[in-house]
């Protein structure tokens, strides 16, 4: 006779359903994160013809609000420069090329 193992099913659903985020907020969330990187952007832009023969692919981080930015070859120097004037809010990282993008795809 064999002893069948009972197997032990998982639970479906999240494991804290109280800190649950309704689909508004995220939403909310999102317009607003898009709203801060096309400010960002904008300053890019307009930027990014004046640096990208010195400083080519350093990376620049935005303050979107002010319109402030710190560039370094480091992205967290630059970060760290940007944190000493600005340590609460969102900052925006591009990198000084034809697109902006500081990964890899």
């Not at 630059?78 to 925006?92: D, H, S, T």
Request: charged fraction near 35%; aromatic fraction near 10%; include cysteine.
């Amino acid at each position: 006779m064999t002893n069948i193992k009972s197997v032990r099913r998982r639970q479906q659903g999240r494991i804290f359903p109280e800190f649950t985020i309704p689909p508004e907020e995220l939403a909310k969330r999102e317009a607003e994160r898009n709203a801060r990187g096309e400010k960002a952007r904008v300053v890019f832009n307009r930027i990014r013809p004046e640096l990208i023969n010195d400083h080519y692919n350093w990376f620049m981080v935005i303050e979107p609000n002010s319109g402030d930015y710190f560039i370094d070859v480091d992205e967290s120097e630059a970060e760290k420069k940007a944190r000493e004037k600005y340590p609460q809010g969102w900052l925006v990282t591009f990198r000084i090329n034809e697109t902006g993008a500081c990964g890899r795809i």
